[in-house]
């Protein structure tokens, strides 16, 4: 059964079912240099299918978000060991950005990290892509460290944190 877990106009916002995963590959291929095998796309769906989300328009996969769980050192507590939700990718085709899809996924999917009870959330984004840095600013995520040279082609990332209300 499909979950759908908001409309924004003609978009609906759900979480990812294993029909999905070709098209979001797809617009993986399209949106950004970073690829990876079908087993990562179907582990990460049966993992922690609350984050992973797509952006569906007509019967077309515009957007998706999928993320994983870890544990480890917190990026706020000095010494802390904490459970974390991580963003491994994020995007919103071309033609269908600044509608506020890239803004519903990241929110949907912090919901969907928290009902995993992860304390915190991070991510690793270009310095460059100022865009998507300004989406989880205002999404309460702040620069915790600068990874150099995190790229394949050298390019440094930043790491982006937010930590999660439970109450
Ligand atoms: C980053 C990315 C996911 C953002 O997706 P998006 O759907 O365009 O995001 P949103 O629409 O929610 O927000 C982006 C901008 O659109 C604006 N916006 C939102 N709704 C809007 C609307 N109805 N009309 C006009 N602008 C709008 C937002 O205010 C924001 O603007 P700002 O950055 O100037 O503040 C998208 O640019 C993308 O896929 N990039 C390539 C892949 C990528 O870089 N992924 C991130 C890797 S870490």
Do not use: W
């Not at 499909?2 to 079912?17: K, T, Y």
């Not at 974390?84 to 509608?99: C, F, I, M, P």
């Not at 984004?125 to 309460?140: H, I, P, T």
Request: with cysteine; aromatic share 10%.
């Amino acid at each position: 059964m499909q979950v759908i877990l908001r409309q924004l106009g003609d978009c609906s916002i759900r979480r990812a079912e294993p029909s999905d995963l070709i098209p979001v590959m797809e617009v993986n291929l399209k949106t950004l240099p970073e690829h990876y095998s079908d087993y990562f796309y179907e582990s990460l769906l049966a993992e922690i299918p609350e984050a992973f989300i797509v952006a569906e328009v007509g019967n077309k996969i515009a957007g998706y978000i999928m993320c994983k769980t870890e544990y480890g050192f917190s990026n706020f507590k000095k010494l802390g060991f904490v459970k974390k939700g991580h963003v491994v990718s994020v995007a919103v085709l071309d033609e269908y950005r600044r509608k506020g899809i890239g803004k519903a996924l990241v929110e949907e999917s912090v919901n969907g990290i928290r009902i995993r009870k992860c304390d915190e959330f991070y991510l690793e984004v270009r310095c460059s892509n100022n865009d998507a840095v300004r989406l989880y600013e205002k999404l309460g995520f702040v620069i915790r460290q600068q990874l150099h040279s995190y790229y394949r082609d050298g390019e440094d990332a930043y790491l982006m944190a937010i930590e999660i209300d439970h109450t």
